[in-house]
């Protein structure tokens, strides 16, 4: 029994148990309903490893591996959770799933001939060098790199398909809100490839083991690692509001955009938007959208979006941003207001996306900025 290896992973399982019964508890959503999925699959692949950690395998052998095929099914879980969060219409058919299913298949056909032909007892002695036989020991390697390779193979793909979902999510709301912190799960995509290295290390590390490779901390930094991505993943998870169409990104086209708007009607559309920014202070409306501007302004979204993008060469997001921070510069020049208070006073209601913005325009934090202003007047 490896001691510490139980101790990590009954950890990691206390962790996905709990997140699980907080899942089950909340309002049935299909963002909920394929978490629970993925907290289950998660528990599964938990418990396998605790079938070795503990020696339960010298009792069940024929629970060890049991659990790859399902294993496989984790990146098209991780995926379909992400449709469901982040796709305006989170709709699957029937090829989704089989592919998605595909993984298993072919996991379990690898894996058969050493499943059927070997007995507990020959499996059991494969444990130890010194009663392994080597043909037997030769058909365990096969299955092991084989499922392996698939379980990368089918995680790269379907996490490659979740970063690519992300960032599109990203830059939809960027075309319609001011304010994206709250909607567009920033917290995702660091989570992802953090979890994509834990598995990548973890596939490689457990292949290694057949041949009698390993390296430092194999056994044990990264089952910390992998407990603490797993318990970020559940506490942002089960924290993340459910987003309902209007708060998600309009899907749009992979085709370049092509101008329906004459060139004469964007630059007077462009006028109307510098006014309302400079002249109404638009911008400085909490949580601003395309819809609202469009209202204000009486004219379509779809006009307003095309005379940014083709025009002025930029989204919604960075227009009345780029305003917000110039009013902000402003103020941190002439006035001793508080930095939070001038944050709220030119639209933004998060500190980190306000901070954010201004480091990226300015190269400085709102602090520094006033800083270096008020040395140059001095």
């Known amino acids: 029994m490896n001691v510490l290896g139980t101790l990590i992973y009954a950890c990691m399982f206390g962790i996905l148990a709990l997140a699980l019964l907080q899942a089950v508890n909340k309002p049935r959503q299909m963002q909920t309903t394929y978490l629970i999925a993925l907290l289950v699959l998660l528990i599964i692949h938990v418990c396998g490893e605790l079938v070795v950690y503990t020696g339960a395998y010298q009792y069940v052998p024929w629970l060890v591996g049991a659990q790859y095929p399902l294993r496989v099914l984790l990146g098209p879980a991780l995926y379909l959770y992400a449709c469901a969060t982040m796709s305006p219409n989170p709709e699957f058919s029937k090829r989704t799933y089989l592919w998605a299913l595909s993984g298993p298949v072919l996991v379990i056909a690898v894996m058969l001939p050493f499943t059927i032909s070997l007995s507990s007892a020959e499996k059991l002695a494969l444990a130890d060098p010194a009663t392994r036989n080597p043909e037997h020991y030769k058909l365990a390697l ?74 430092f901390g194999q056994g044990v930094i990264l089952p910390i690692f992998e407990t603490c991505v797993l318990l970020a993943f559940a506490y942002l998870a089960l924290k993340q509001p459910i987003l309902v169409k209007a708060d998600k990104g309009e899907p749009r086209s992979e085709q370049p955009r092509t101008s329906t708007v004459s060139l004469d009607r964007m630059q007077r559309i462009a006028v109307k938007l510098q006014s309302a920014m400079k002249e109404e202070h638009l911008f400085m409306e909490e949580d601003l959208s395309l819809n609202k501007l469009s209202k204000a302004i009486g004219i379509s979204e779809n006009h307003i979006s095309e005379t940014l993008s083709q025009l002025l060469k930029t989204n919604f997001f960075q227009f009345v941003n780029g305003y917000r921070i110039s009013h902000a510069e402003k103020l941190l020049k002439e006035t001793d207001m508080q930095i939070l208070t001038i944050q709220f006073e030119v639209g933004f209601n998060s500190k980190s996306t306000f901070n954010t913005a201004f480091k990226k325009a300015t190269g400085l934090t709102p602090s520094l900025y006033r800083k270096q202003q008020k040395a140059v007047t001095a």
């Open 142 to 215: 096969f299955s092991c790199f084989a499922a392996t390779q698939i379980f990368v193979l089918y995680t790269a793909v379907y996490f490659f398909r979740a970063l690519k979902l992300h960032r599109r999510h990203r830059q939809q709301l960027m075309e319609r809100f001011s304010e994206i912190e709250s909607r567009s799960l920033s917290w995702f995509g660091v989570i992802l490839l953090s979890w994509g290295l834990v598995w990548l290390c973890y596939a490689t590390g457990y292949v290694s083991v057949f041949y009698g490779w390993r390296w």
